[in-house]
């Protein structure tokens, strides 16, 4: 069974962008001679998991040679959420979506056959894929993350994430909730609950206990899937990345160009 996949390559023009004067946002700064969206793509197209295609752009992008491979090209909104409610739109309710960021410049497609097949094995509504710091450590030891230290080890979050259409209304109200609270923590208590709050600073909060509190802020049930394969979560966020993200690229390249 093939997935449809929403990329997400919508927004305004950031710092990333503003080293590029003719990207319209993030997603199309060239990463070694290729914009990002376009490398992310092309993983995705390699993967037999993934049918159709779905980009999420800035109405001035939609004729930009880096979506050329895309099924369809969709207006993105002000905000994510409105960006994943176009892309969603019309997909059906109860089929399994997977949803991209567009800033993977190193994403494969085993990495995306891995997580495909890990969020069906799932049977939920919501996936969300992670990555254990030892096994990304062992691939690039120099690509910084925000890590999340849970009792079963030390995860960051990845690219991917796959959802059901029908969990939407219940994610908008949830981000939405989580967006005015971040710097509040009386708020985060109220949406996470104090216990929750508690085990995770002293590092005993499991996965299981995450995915369990996950499930009934969504009103549906919500799955870790921890990846072993380190670039999907090798993303760009920051000026430094893009350098990163080069020299990355061009390693990989000169290894296949070897092999």
């Known amino acids: ?87 969603l739109a019309g997909l059906p309710r109860d089929e ?21 097949h890990l969020a069906q094995a799932a049977h939920a509504d919501a996936v969300y894929s992670c990555v254990e710091q030892r096994t990304h450590l062992l691939r690039f030891p120099h690509v910084p993350h925000t890590w999340a230290h849970l009792r079963d080890g030390t995860y960051c979050g990845g690219g991917l994430v796959a959802l059901r259409p029908r969990v939407l209304p219940s994610l908008e109200q949830f981000l939405e909730r989580l967006g005015h609270a971040r710097k509040n923590p009386l708020a985060l208590a109220s949406i996470f609950g104090w216990d929750i709050l508690a085990r995770y600073a002293v590092r005993r909060l499991t996965i299981a206990e995450a995915e369990q509190r996950a499930s009934s802020l969504l009103a549906a049930p919500a799955r870790a899937a921890v990846c072993t394969h380190a670039e999907i979560a090798v993303n760009v966020d920051r000026i430094s990345d893009v350098w990163l993200a080069d020299r990355l690229v061009e390693r990989d390249e000169a290894h296949r160009d070897r092999s």
């Open 1 to 87: 069974m093939t997935l449809t996949c929403v990329v997400l390559a919508g927004g305004p023009r950031d710092a990333v962008a503003e080293l590029d004067a003719e990207a319209p946002n993030k997603a199309f700064v060239p990463i070694a001679g290729r914009a990002l969206v376009a490398r992310t793509i092309e993983a995705l197209r390699a993967s037999p998991s993934i049918g159709r295609i779905v980009v999420v752009a800035p109405e001035d992008a939609r004729a930009h040679p880096a979506l050329a491979e895309a099924d369809e090209r969709r207006p993105d909104g002000t905000r994510i959420t409105d960006s994943l409610r176009s892309g």
């Open 96 to 116: 399994l979506v997977v949803v991209a960021a567009s800033d993977l410049p190193i994403l494969t497609p085993a990495a995306v056959e891995e997580f495909t």
